[in-house]
């Protein structure tokens, strides 16, 4: 997959983060991630569920976790790395098939979603960004990305 971006950038009000792309771990979820991002469907969509302790997601254009994009969606890529502080993962609903433009990054140890949820990436800079992200189901103003485009 030598045309696969190896990095995700994500733009927010304090700065970027930066994330390794795993396609060596999913590369279908890869691969949708960083079209999303290139064709700005993530620009402006909100943090909508950011728990202390665990993770913060988003990827709903809607802001309610309720939805995702127009394209179809995933068939799991479930694998043995570990859900760890800093591990980028796809959210779905209890159909493991269902992941579609909704993601998670753990703020901590949560090795109780491995082989559950897809891994796609990993924040290798920029994580006191998601550390400092709004808490909340949802936040009362939730944190954005401003912008994500691959590198």
Not at 113 to 126: A, F, I, N, P, R
């Amino acid at each position: 997959m030598a045309d696969t971006p190896e990095t995700l950038i994500l733009t927010l009000d304090g700065g970027d983060v930066t994330i390794k792309l795993r396609p060596d771990l999913a590369p279908e979820h890869v691969k949708r991630i960083a079209e999303l991002a290139d064709e700005g469907f993530y620009d402006g969509v909100v943090f909508h569920r950011v728990i202390p302790g665990f993770m913060a997601q988003g990827g709903d254009p809607t802001g309610t976790g309720m939805h995702g994009s127009k394209k179809p969606n995933l068939k799991q890529e479930f694998s043995k790395e570990p859900h760890v502080r800093g591990v980028c993962s796809m959210a779905r609903t209890n159909d493991p098939n269902s992941a579609n433009s909704q993601f998670f990054i753990c703020f901590d140890d949560a090795r109780f979603l491995d082989g559950q949820y897809t891994v796609w990436g990993e924040v290798t800079d920029g994580m006191e960004l998601i550390d400092a992200l709004p808490k909340g189901e949802p936040p009362r103003e939730p944190g954005k990305i401003v912008k994500a485009r691959t590198a």
